[in-house]
């Protein structure tokens, strides 16, 4: 079956690094996708591992280690607009016949304190 | 430009009665999903179709249907709404097979009284 697990909440404060933690248990892996999720609004997407190791964007950055099952996002010089539900998603080949499925985990929501 | 949009944006309907939620997408994309949210259970896909004539069920499929008459479009129908569908839903598409993320609707609230 599928099993991904984040942590429900985390706070931090502004301009600290946070990290954010994904784990997976999945039928099969073709590729992590991270999303970002304000409060009433639509997902946004993140990024995207599929090979392992360390892919960075601008403030965000996000690590994959497939023998591990794990990801994680890490978040740098927080801003305020960073307070968010964070979600992590990963793409099982093996769920049905091929192509875009994706498992989500319940999301984490971060808090940037002052 | 290029958009994905579900309407209504609020919904609030009786038990029993048939809902069915819209979705538009003018990206050309060939996949399009339906996802509902609830606290607790992140996002779950309800149904996908990677391309006219094209549906499948998800995880939770249980009192909903879709279909895929043309490209753009894949409505959502409660046949017979219950409680336990008061959600917020989403649609999603996205291009062709594996590299491609999804794009997301703005969200369905649908309240089920």
């Known amino acids: 079956g599928q099993n991904i697990d984040q942590p429900t909440e985390m706070t931090a404060t502004e301009g600290a690094i946070v990290q954010i933690n994904c784990t997976y248990q999945?039928?099969?892996?073709?590729?992590l996708f991270w999303y970002q999720q304000h409060a009433g609004e639509a997902p946004t997407f993140l990024s995207y591992?599929?090979?392992?190791g360390l892919e960075e964007k601008g403030r965000f950055s996000s690590f994959l280690s497939r023998s591990k099952g794990y990801s994680y996002l890490l978040l740098k010089e927080l801003q305020m607009k960073d307070s968010a539900s964070y979600l992590c998603?990963?793409?099982?080949?093996?769920?049905?016949?091929?192509?875009?499925?994706?498992?989500f985990g319940g999301g984490t929501r971060l808090m940037v304190k002052p | 430009d290029a958009e994905i949009t579900q309407s209504p944006r609020h919904k609030i309907t009786e038990t029993g009665r048939q809902v069915t939620l819209a979705c538009h997408q003018t990206?050309?994309?060939?996949?399009m999903f339906w996802y509902r949210q609830d606290l607790g259970h992140g996002l779950r896909l309800i149904h996908y179709?990677?391309?006219?004539?094209?549906?499948n069920k998800g995880e939770v499929s249980d009192g909903y249907s879709v279909s895929r008459s043309n490209t753009e479009d894949l409505p959502l129908t409660l046949e017979s709404a219950a409680s336990s569908q008061t959600s917020v839903y989403f649609c999603?598409?996205?291009?062709?097979?594996?590299?491609?993320?999804?794009?997301f609707g703005p969200g369905t609230r649908l309240t089920v009284t």
């Open positions: 998603a990963v793409r099982d080949p093996l769920q049905a016949h091929a192509g875009n499925m994706l498992t």
């Open positions: 179709s990677y391309g006219v004539q094209d549906t």
């Open positions: 990206w050309n994309h060939n996949n």
């Open positions: 999945t039928s099969g892996f073709n590729g």
């Open positions: 591992n599929v090979l392992d």
């Open positions: 999603a598409s996205s291009e062709g097979r594996a590299l491609y993320e999804q794009y």
